[in-house]
């Protein structure tokens, strides 16, 4: 938890927003023809989420929170910042060792953010070690989204 000035918010309504958040944004990206007003408030809701789990939430969380915010940058042709926040989700589970699903799904997310600024020969790199990485993925249905996943964004590398 970081030092934080005495707020009105409790520990508990801050993980229930970061979690209500999250579902938000992630319901915008499934959304299949959004507006540029549903654009901007997908990011908000990313960051917003992140925000509260940066309240009262681990490294996981954070981890978590920056692959949220990048897939969303990506989303939207932002792909600085989604690369940024790409960057920071992997370095954080490099640091903290989250395991293959959340380190195959960070390179998946620094592929996207690639993909987006047309650095298509490093999107294909990361795809790559995302591939690797995610076969060390226990749970069938975990891999079976990355590979889906990945499957999507290989055809848009290689088009």
């Given at each position: 938890?970081?030092?934080?000035?005495?707020?009105?918010?409790?520990?508990?309504?801050?993980?229930?927003?970061?979690?209500?958040?999250?579902?938000?944004?992630?319901?915008?990206?499934?959304?299949?023809?959004?507006?540029?007003?549903?654009?901007?408030?997908?990011?908000?809701?990313?960051?917003?989420?992140?925000?509260?789990?940066?309240?009262?939430?681990?490294?996981?969380?954070?981890?978590?929170?920056?692959?949220?915010?990048?897939?969303?940058?990506?989303?939207?042709?932002?792909?600085?910042?989604?690369?940024h926040h790409a960057e920071?989700?992997?370095?954080?589970?490099?640091?903290?060792?989250?395991?293959?699903?959340?380190?195959?799904?960070?390179?998946?997310?620094?592929?996207?953010?690639?993909?987006?600024?047309?650095?298509?020969?490093?999107?294909?790199?990361?795809?790559?070690?995302?591939?690797?990485?995610?076969?060390?993925?226990?749970?069938?249905?975990?891999?079976?989204?990355?590979?889906?996943?990945?499957?999507?964004?290989?055809?848009?590398?290689?088009?």
């Amino acid at each position: 938890m970081h030092d934080r000035p005495a707020e009105i918010i409790e520990d508990s309504q801050h993980t229930d927003l970061a979690k209500v958040l999250f579902n938000r944004a992630w319901m915008l990206l499934d959304t299949a023809r959004r507006s540029p007003a549903q654009d901007d408030e997908m990011v908000a809701a990313a960051h917003a989420s992140f925000w509260h789990w940066l309240q009262v939430g681990d490294e996981r969380n954070f981890e978590r929170g920056h692959w949220l915010i990048a897939r969303c940058c990506a989303a939207v042709d932002r792909g600085h910042e989604a690369l940024h926040h790409a960057e920071r989700c992997l370095a954080s589970c490099q640091q903290h060792d989250h395991g293959p699903f959340d380190l195959a799904f960070a390179h998946e997310a620094r592929a996207r953010a690639l993909l987006t600024l047309g650095r298509h020969d490093e999107a294909i790199d990361a795809l790559n070690i995302a591939t690797i990485k995610g076969a060390a993925i226990e749970s069938d249905d975990d891999r079976n989204w990355l590979t889906d996943n990945l499957d999507t964004l290989h055809a848009e590398a290689t088009a």
